[in-house]
C-alpha cells in the first residue's frame, strides 16, 4: 500500500510543471516590498499563487502596510474560482468567486453578484489573455472595463492597460515573458515590479 502510495503521488508530481515570476517593487525608485507569482499546471488546469508584502510612508509619516494573497484556479482561458485576502491601510478585503452555470460568481462582504462566464483577471504573466473589454480585479473582486495598447519594441513588446484606477504599464522580452509593471498611484507616486535577475528564464 506505502509504495502504491508513493507511486501515485510520484506520477502526479512528474504530471506537474511549474514557473515563477519574483519581483521587487519599489515605490519612487525606493524599495518598500516584493511580489511573487507561483504557476502549476497540471491536468488540464492551473493554479497561479500570488503573494505580495510592502511598507510604505505616505507625505513621509503615515506609514502603509500591504499583504496580499490570491489563489486562482484556470481551466483553458477561462478563470473557473478565485480566493483573494487582502490587508490594505488597515482595512482587510476579501472574497471569493466560481464559475457557475448561471456565470461567474462572486461574493463579497457577504454580497453576490453575477458576471459573465469565462472572464480572466488580470494576467501580467500571460499577455495574449489580457485582450478584452473586462478583467477580474484579483485584489477586490471588481469587473473593471479595461483597454490595451500595444507596441513592439527592440527588446521585446510593451503594453499599457488603461483601467478605472489609472494606466497599468508593461514590459515584456522577445519570448513574451514579463519582466517589468509601473503604475502611478494617486497621493503616493510612481509604483514599479522588477524582475529579479536570477528568476529570468535562460
Known amino acids: 500500500m506505502a509504495l502504491c502510495l508513493w507511486l501515485f503521488v510520484a506520477l502526479n508530481a512528474s504530471a506537474q510543471t511549474s514557473r515563477s515570476w519574483n519581483f521587487e517593487v519599489f515605490l ?15 491536468d488540464g488546469e492551473m493554479q497561479l499563487t500570488s503573494t505580495a508584502s510592502f511598507d510604505f510612508k505616505v507625505f ?6 500591504y499583504r496580499h494573497r490570491a489563489v486562482e484556479q484556470w481551466r483553458g482561458d477561462c478563470l473557473i474560482a478565485i480566493e483573494s485576502h487582502t490587508e490594505k491601510r488597515g482595512k482587510t478585503i ?5 464559475q457557475t452555470a448561471e456565470g461567474f460568481s462572486v461574493s463579497v462582504g457577504g454580497e453576490r453578484k453575477l458576471l ?14 489580457l485582450d478584452g473589454d473586462a478583467l477580474l480585479n484579483g485584489e477586490n ?18 503594453l499599457t492597460l488603461t483601467t478605472p484606477a489609472g ?19 494617486t497621493a503616493v507616486g510612481m509604483l514599479s515590479y522588477r524582475r529579479q535577475v536570477s528568476e529570468v528564464s535562460p
Not at 94 to 98: D, E, W
Not at 145 to 150: H, N
Not at 167 to 185: A, F, N, P, T, V
Open 60 to 65: 513621509l509619516f503615515y506609514p502603509v502596510k
Open 28 to 42: 519612487n525608485d525606493k524599495k518598500v516590498g516584493w511580489h511573487h507569482f507561483v504557476l502549476v499546471v497540471g
Open 116 to 129: 459573465p462566464s469565462c472572464l480572466r483577471s488580470f494576467t501580467y504573466w500571460n499577455p495574449d489573455w
Open 94 to 98: 476579501a472574497f471569493v468567486g466560481q
Open 167 to 185: 494606466d497599468i504599464r508593461l514590459r515584456y522580452d522577445q519570448r513574451g515573458d514579463w519582466q517589468y509593471l509601473e503604475s502611478k498611484i
Open 141 to 158: 473582486g471588481e469587473y473593471w472595463s479595461v483597454a490595451i495598447d500595444r507596441k513592439k519594441t527592440p527588446s521585446g513588446e510593451e
